[in-house]
């Protein structure tokens, strides 16, 4: 298992080789808003673990391992913000699920995964569901932010 930092690093690669040819360690950088040196430091792990090559001016090629768990790193993140989604959730969604991807099962995730099909299949269902929500938001009722004074 990858550190959540590494998979981070990973899952980014792996969406910026979707919409580019080549992807550099300053592309990676710019995306994940870190500097060069904690990019590097990545990239050799990542390498030193067969998820990646280093090839001539600073490119980085994904080798079959890498491109197999980038893509499962990537649909993660995305069914995660997708069940945000669905459930209505006031949050930042990006943030959110970057937050939870980690900490997950994959017991945890597949059922999400279900929940999120079975909502985008039965609409009716999740109408339902939604006046539920707002229903409850309208009476005030369901757990009160102990943080809040
Ligand atoms: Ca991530």
């Known amino acids: 298992m990858l ?3 590494l998979e981070d690093y990973l899952e980014e690669i792996y969406r910026f080789s979707l919409h580019n040819d080549v ?3 300053s592309d990676i950088a710019t995306c994940l808003d870190v500097t060069m040196p904690s990019v ?3 990239i050799r792990k990542l390498s030193s673990e067969d ?3 280093y090839k001539k001016y600073r490119e980085l090629v994904l080798t079959d391992k890498g491109r197999r768990l980038g893509k499962f790193l990537v649909e993660r993140n995305s069914i995660l913000q997708e069940f945000l989604k ?9 943030a ?5 991807e980690h900490y997950l099962t994959m017991p945890s995730i597949r059922s999400i995964e279900s929940l999120v099909d079975f909502f985008e299949k ?3 269902c999740r109408q339902k569901f939604l006046e539920h929500y707002r229903h409850r938001s309208e009476q ?3 757990l009160v932010n102990g943080y809040r004074e």
């Open 3 to 5: 550190s959540p930092s």
């Open 23 to 25: 992807v550099r360690v």
């Open 40 to 42: 590097n430091n990545a």
């Open 51 to 53: 998820y990646l090559v």
């Open 86 to 94: 669905v459930i209505y959730s006031n949050c930042d969604i990006k």
């Open 96 to 100: 959110e699920a970057e937050a939870m």
């Open 122 to 124: 039965n609409s009716a």
């Open 140 to 142: 005030g009722l369901g």
